[in-house]
């Protein structure tokens, strides 16, 4: 968890999970450690966000939950690896949203493409919108970027994000 204040507006990126953080290739779900690769660029553009004064942020979609494949504790057991091996390099996720939910088992208000989640961290910790960025790979992430009033940027499934990096570090 990160360590700095919050009582003036401060810039961000938000980070879709699986297929941008972390590779998904071979798994239609990744929720077991064990399966849980970080994608090529996330650690040392994380840094460089990280060192550039962003708050890091994750909100990802884990509707496996609500289909009963896997539980809020396998979840929170590939959170807890990724945030060990990313504190090893000194780089802190601010906080991790997910929405358990999935549209063919009920209706949510949090499920990406919906603002909600990003809404909720804006708010939570006074994020400067117009400074801000979403980083994923589908256009569900782009939409909800777009109707949190953010900036986002699609990247392909899986690929190195270093050139997304760079376009945020470039346009802050």
């Known amino acids: ?30 929720y077991k450690p ?5 994608n090529p660029g996330v650690i040392k553009g994380m840094k460089r966000l990280q060192e550039a004064g962003y708050l890091l942020f994750v909100i990802t979609n884990q509707g496996g939950i609500a289909k009963g494949i896997y539980t809020p504790d396998d979840v929170e057991a590939v959170h807890q690896k990724m945030c060990t091996e990313l504190e090893k390099e000194d780089i802190f996720i601010t906080r991790i949203y997910y929405c358990p939910h999935h549209e063919n088992i009920t209706n949510c208000i949090c499920r990406k493409p919906s603002p909600y989640l990003v809404n909720r961290a ?50 802050p």
């Not at 999970?17 to 590779?23: E, K, L, Q, V």
């Not at 064990?34 to 970080?38: A, H, K, Q, R, V």
């Open 1 to 30: 968890m990160s360590h700095l204040s919050y009582t003036s507006l401060t810039k961000a990126v938000f980070f879709d999970r699986d297929g941008t953080i972390n590779s998904d290739e071979g798994h239609y779900y990744i």
């Open 122 to 171: 804006i708010e939570e910790f006074h994020i400067d919108k117009q400074h801000s960025w979403f980083i994923g790979d589908s256009i569900r992430d782009t939409e909800c970027a777009k109707a949190a009033g953010i900036r986002s940027i699609q990247i392909q499934k899986n690929q190195d994000i270093t050139p997304a990096i760079n376009r945020i570090l470039e346009n």
């Open 34 to 38: 064990e399966d849980f690769i970080f």
